[in-house]
């Protein structure tokens, strides 16, 4: 089985900043993986996805994060963080036939 | 993306009650679909994962019985929380994805449910 660690559970930045979310797996097969964000009372909503191929990828809002096979990581990056990119992000690694998900790291941005 | 509808967003149920909870693909074919609880500040936890026209597979610690999910279709699954406590109050989220969990899978806005 599959198994995410969120190695932050809280990062406050200041608007503008640039931030980095961590995230470590491990797997005892080949993965994908994921990262989601969600706002309150609402579901999840995919901000991008490593299947195969390059291992930076890009998605939406401005956000970016780069497999590192040999280190089990899927770090999220963005260079300059807004307001609106205050939520929760979830770090999930996707097996055989499942989804598991990280804990879960809190953004705040600040102004 | 695809949509994944869940309904009710909401709901507020007595003791002892019982609720269905709607989860649909509305433009694909949801060939497996998980259903996921979420406490407040938590993560999603794994409840059950479901494959169309087959019985779902529950977590460890997941009541089958109490936690009834039903697959009958490619676009609908559903998760009925039987003579429920105010202890089931949580969200719960669905997902849905067109192949076998690898794949991209989509979410429901998920429902949050109080017991009373």
């Given amino acids: 089985a599959q198994s995410v660690t969120q190695l932050d559970s809280q990062v406050p930045v200041f608007e503008e900043a640039p931030v980095e979310l961590r995230c470590n797996y491990s797997s005892s097969v080949s993965v994908y993986l994921f990262w989601y964000v969600q706002y309150p009372n609402q579901g999840l909503q995919l901000l991008l996805k490593y299947l195969s191929g390059s ?11 780069e497999f590192n096979k040999s280190q089990t990581s899927f770090h999220l990056r ?4 807004h307001i609106s990119d205050t939520a929760e992000y979830f770090c999930a690694v996707s097996g055989r036939n499942d989804m598991r998900f990280g804990a879960g790291t809190r953004l705040t941005v600040k102004p | 993306g695809a949509v994944v509808s869940q309904h009710p967003s909401r709901v507020i149920c007595k003791s002892g009650t019982s609720v269905k909870i709607e989860c649909r693909s509305l433009d694909f074919q949801a060939t497996t679909m998980f259903w996921y609880r979420q406490f407040p500040k938590q993560s999603l936890m794994l409840m059950a994962t479901s494959n169309e026209g087959s019985k779902a597979t529950y977590e460890q610690g997941v ?3 109490k936690f009834l999910i039903n697959h009958a279709s490619l676009t609908l699954s559903t998760l009925t929380v039987t ?18 969990g690898r794949t991209e899978a989509f979410f429901g806005q998920g429902t949050r449910l109080t017991v009373v």
């Fill in chain 1, 55 to 65: 291992t930076l990828v890009k998605g939406i809002n401005g956000f970016e994060a």
């Fill in chain 1, 78 to 81: 963005k260079p300059s963080v």
């Fill in chain 2, 63 to 65: 009541e089958k019985d």
């Fill in chain 2, 83 to 100: 003579s429920a406590h105010p202890e089931d109050s949580s969200f719960y989220i669905c997902s849905a994805s067109s192949g076998f």
